[in-house]
């Protein structure tokens, strides 16, 4: 409420003092493709102020009448400069030429992140696809979300594992947007590869704090990315071969400097993948990614597009399973004054995850989708202050599983989850205010409305409680339904509202140094259901509603920014805190159960930590140096004095708790026939349970635990290797090519993605196996453009 | 179910990366395990053994047996069954054999501490008999056989099976919540399984908390155990209660099965 009141104070002071003002705007592009430039910076040395281009490329200052030198700059791209005698609204879209005079640096370069410092925003890094391509990776697949894993306060669910844990919060508390619409799943192959496409990846985002108001629904970071448009002007392909995968995209004008196209495919290769498998065996995943463009006039763009993405396994004659993401998006950008630029996005989105199991002849289907409204509007009002405000709306369609026979002999009846159904609302206004010379505000509120709609046959249990505790053996154990009830549709069960203030402050000490704070708070409805530490496909999502309560987190976090001659420094601490994170009562079991709420116990969260990014962002060697220390805790107290809760309510590490995290990574342009790459990653082992006894029980032996999370796996490390040759650099020809040759694991470390303990039958006796995943892995892949 | 699903893909996909280390384990105080399994055959007959052992550190080699406690059963009728000492830390009632719908309790005097479970004999129906394949397994050369049996329709059940020869034991729970019923099998496929080998069938009836009590048991025996994508695991509670101080929590089970055998030889 005083965030509202002091902008609206500052609105109107704004207004009085106003002299006559006029609004310089446009849309900034590549100069070659036409493609539009996320996060260019517009500077403006007289006045000391400027602006940057937002997501679609557009940008809007509102100045006084006046002559202005105007600079147009961005990492990587030749700096233009030209001269405004403003007196009246200037439109001026600008395109600008990629450097390739091997990033020259510019004065002005110093500028543009002088701007960086002074913006509210913290706890956020952005990548660009340049900078992901050049790191080395395993199999030399590049993959967007293992180069954010090397930012600090992020860390990766496990080996070969492609969900990722930011600032000590679960995979699943994750907003991940490609062009706006939600994915659910980010690997390929268990894993083994994010689901993003490189080529056809404009930049990405990652908000690990101080969370802007126009996001919501996850509540520990939000991974913004955004897909290229196609070219406008000519058509290219590009693409790679891999030893495990191949990638080609596709992309032209349809209508020139107007419409465009974009395809972009990928694929891997079964038969050399899983060589282990005999012939009758297949594993395959497959991604396309659609997009569409079109410059209706000057104030209306359309985009439409699309992502399939399909996992393929078949076991013999046994076992298939397939599953993935579909997205499908329509975009209108639409300008209703040069000061007020709005999207409007219609989404559909969904996760697909099905199983055959052949030998027992059933089908078994499984997912979740939804229907996404998404209005958007940024108002430009001066060069101080931005207002950005919107709705969201989502229709949320859950299936938990649906058992279907495969033939008529089969002994399986069909058995169908409940389908559950809901609709998430928000409201948002967010302000970024310059307020002085040294201070920015960057201060927002949503409100967010989440109803359980109505279902069949949902479970009642006796004083609403579905989980029982057994004293006498000091157990939870499932509660016997006492009835069920089904509500039609458009009735809602359950209903919740929070409202989440968002607030970010920087105060520049200097020219080159700032402080900033932040404080957010985020509500997430929907959980994963999954007790093992990785997003794995046989998750499911659970609403919120009469039994499951909606996750609430707040984190505030301070830091230091400082500029040096090439170089940047980032110290960020935080603590952030979780209500009703749930938990599951030990040795739960999750598939197909119906009734999630009896193995469900509600309990709460804590991170904290300390972070520091250490950045090169120009000239031939670049990289940077990341520390994170920190920990991720939580614990499920009991409900009554007599419940021991969970771990006996005590706090135990989250099974991503990493102590010491650091993250090296480096590149160097050699010639311009040669570059080369190098990451190194050193991590606290995972957190995990180890047996501390054994006993016999039916003839076969069994393991006594420890407290849940008590020990932790050996440190992990390993050490990559990347060389990037183009043979013909300055050739004239279209078609240019590159190997990229790497290793991965150099110095062939067995890290440990998990300790199993087991009885070796051969010899009868106990014994511990380390699960190693990758080795040292060379690759070599070939990439092109024409 | 996922059990079954991650056998199949990261048995194949990741056994070439393991290998056995050396780990400095925790080192837990032993407690009492009963495993106490009252089985009663189709013809009446019953074996009444009870076996007492304790805890172990991890990585030792054996498991201390309990000579020396005192055990009797007691039924709904007051009527009390002593066990004997054999060996091995196994005790034998030569007297009883359980009847449906009365409730058994199983008391132990150990170490001046008194523990008691109760529970009632649970009924299964035949095991009728066995298909084999030959083509069977992921490497299509296994020897797969299946041994069939039909659901009671319109009650819940559980089961219990094992399925037992030189060659390898399987042992397994189900649940009819998907097969409620129907005629419906067991499943056994071990390594190496050649014409010839005898294989003996067991197929015990349960009470769901068994099911679930075993369902996890056997999670955390399986050499997929604490795998990446496992569940957390934790020391299992069963169904015996230390009467005399309860944070001393015995392990184990006390139960009473019909059992259903079937012989087998492997064509």
């Not at chain 1, 206004?429 to 279902?455: C, P, Y």
């Not at chain 1, 409680?465 to 057994?470: A, G, K, V």
Request: aromatic share 14%; glycine share 8%; proline share 4%.
């Amino acid at each position: 409420m005083k965030n509202i009141l002091l902008f609206s104070i500052l609105l109107l002071g704004c207004y009085a003092f106003s002299q006559e003002k006029f609004t310089l705007s446009g849309t900034i592009s590549e100069k070659d493709s036409g493609e539009t430039l996320i996060g260019v910076n517009i500077l403006i040395p007289e006045l000391q102020t400027g602006t940057v281009t937002n997501q679609y490329g557009y940008y809007s200052i509102t100045l006084p009448k006046g002559n202005y030198s105007v600079y147009f700059s961005s990492i990587g791209f030749a700096t233009e400069k030209f001269t405004l005698d403003l007196s009246e609204n200037v439109k001026k879209d600008f395109a600008l030429k990629e450097d390739t005079e091997s990033l020259d640096e510019v004065v002005i370069e110093a500028d543009g992140e002088k701007l960086n410092i002074r913006n509210a925003q913290m706890s956020a890094n952005t990548l660009s696809v340049k900078t992901i391509k050049k790191m080395p990776v395993v199999l030399g697949e590049v993959d967007v979300i293992k180069s954010i894993t090397l930012l600090p306060g992020v860390t990766s669910a496990g080996e070969g594992a492609s969900g990722f844990n930011v600032r000590g919060g679960a995979a699943d508390q994750n907003l991940i947007l490609l062009d706006e619409a939600t994915l659910y799943n980010s690997s390929h192959l268990f894993g083994f590869f994010s689901v993003f496409n490189p080529d056809a990846i404009k930049d990405l985002t990652l908000y690990k704090g101080g969370i802007p108001a126009r996001y919501g629904g996850r509540i520990s970071s939000v991974l913004d990315i955004y897909q290229k448009d196609g070219n406008k002007r000519e058509y290219h392909a590009s693409g790679g071969i891999g030893l495990v995968a191949s990638r080609l995209l596709l992309e032209g004008p349809i209508k020139k400097d107007t419409a465009s196209f974009l395809v972009g495919g990928r694929s891997s290769y079964a038969h050399l993948f899983l060589p282990l498998f005999g012939n009758d065996n297949i594993a395959y995943f497959y991604d396309l990614n659609t997009k569409l463009s079109y410059n209706l006039n000057k104030n209306n763009r359309i985009f439409l597009s699309g992502y399939f993405g399909r996992d393929v396994f078949e076991i013999a004659d046994s076992f298939a399973n397939s599953f993935g993401n579909t997205t499908l998006n329509l975009r209108w950008n639409h300008l209703f004054s040069d000061k007020l630029f709005s999207n409007l996005s219609l989404i559909y989105s969904d996760y697909y995850y099905g199983l055959e199991l052949k030998f027992v002849e059933f089908n078994f289907d499984s997912g979740i989708q939804n229907y996404n409204l998404k209005y958007d509007f940024t108002h430009f009002i001066s060069n101080n202050i931005d207002l950005r405000y919107g709705l969201n709306s989502i229709y949320y369609k859950f299936n938990p599983g649906d058992v279907t026979p495969t033939t008529e002999s089969s002994g399986i009846n069909p058995f169908k989850l409940t389908d559950k159904y809901a609709w998430e609302n928000a409201v948002y206004a967010d302000a970024e205010i310059e307020v002085s010379d040294k201070i920015s505000v960057q201060a927002g509120l949503r409100l967010s409305t989440f109803n359980r709609l109505g279902q069949d046959e949902l479970f009642l249990y006796e004083n609403d409680n579905p989980i029982l505790f057994n004293e006498d053996l000091s157990i939870y154990q499932k509660a016997k339904p006492i009835d069920t009830v089904s509500f039609s549709r458009n009735t809602t069960i359950k209903s919740f509202a929070n409202l989440e203030p968002r607030f970010s402050i920087s105060y520049l000490l200097n020219e080159n140094a700032s402080i900033k704070a932040s404080y957010n708070r985020m509500a997430q409805y929907i959980h994963l259901i999954s007790n093992t530490t990785s997003p794995t496909p046989f998750d499911i999502y659970a609403p919120s509603g009469k039994y499951i309560e909606p996750q609430l987190a707040d984190q505030v976090a301070l830091g230091y920014f400082r500029n040096f001659e090439n170089y940047s420094l980032e110290v960020e601490t935080f603590y952030k805190e979780v209500k009703n994170r749930l938990d599951y009562v030990d040795d739960a079991d999750l598939i197909a159960n119906n009734a999630v709420e009896q193995i469900l116990l509600n309990g709460e969260a804590r991170a904290y930590g300390l972070e520091v990014l250490f950045r090169k962002n120009e000239g031939k060697f670049q990289g940077w140096i990341a520390y994170t220390l920190s920990k991720s805790e939580q614990r499920t107290p009991g409900r009554t004095s007599i419940e021991t809760g969970i771990n006996n309510g005590n706090w135990y590490h989250s099974p991503w708790d990493k102590t010491h995290d650091v993250s090296i990574t480096a590149q160097y342009e050699l010639s311009k026939k040669w570059s080369f790459g190098s990451n190194f990653i050193f991590q606290t082992g995972q957190p995990t349970t180890y047996p501390e006894g054994q006993y016999e029980f039916n003839g076969v032996v069994v393991p006594v635990y420890e407290a849940r999370n008590s020990s932790r796996l050996t440190t992990y490390h390993h050490l990559d290797f990347s060389a990037t040759w183009t043979p013909k650099p300055n050739s004239e020809k279209r078609w240019k090519g590159e190997w990229v040759f790497s290793i991965y694991n150099v110095y062939n470390r067995k890290n440990a993605a998990s300790l199993s303990f087991r009885e070796n039958s051969d010899i009868n006796k106990n014994e511990a196996v380390r699960l190693s995943i990758f080795g040292i892995i060379p690759s070599v892949t070939y990439n092109f453009k024409f | 179910m996922n059990k079954l699903l991650l056998l199949f893909i990261f048995s194949g996909l990741l056994s070439s990366c393991e290998d056995v280390v050396d780990v400095e384990l925790n080192e837990a105080p032993p407690r009492l395990v009963v495993d106490a399994a009252l089985k009663v055959r189709k013809d009446g007959s019953a074996s009444s053994t009870i076996k007492l052992t304790t805890t172990a550190a991890f990585f030792d080699d054996n498991v201390p047996v309990v000579p020396d406690a005192s055990i009797s059963v007691t039924d709904g009728n007051g009527k009390i069954y002593p066990f004997e000492y054999i060996d091995e830390g196994i005790y034998y009632s030569k007297s009883l054999f359980p009847k449906a719908n009365l409730d058994y309790t199983l008391s132990i005097q150990y170490k001046n501490e008194i523990f008691t479970a109760t529970a009632q004999l649970q009924s299964t129906p035949p095991l009728d008999f066995v298909e084999q394949r030959n083509d069977g397994g992921f490497t299509g050369k296994d020897i797969e056989l299946k041994v069939f049996f039909t659901d009671p329709a319109g009650e819940d059940n559980f089961y219990f099976f094992e399925g037992l020869s030189d060659r390898g034991d399987i042992l397994d729970v189900y649940n009819d919540e998907f097969f409620d019923g129907n005629t419906i099998f067991g499943y056994y496929l071990v390594e190496d399984l050649a014409a010839g080998d005898e294989v003996q069938f067991n197929l015990y009836g349960i009470d769901e908390a068994f099911h679930n009590f075993m369902f996890i048991l056997l999670q955390q025996t399986s050499d997929q155990g604490g795998g990446p994508f496992e569940t957390q695991p934790a020391t299992v509670r069963g169904n015996i209660i230390n009467e005399t101080n309860s944070d001393n929590y015995p392990l184990g089970y006390f139960r009473i099965s019909e059992v259903s055998t079937l012989n087998y030889t492997v064509q």
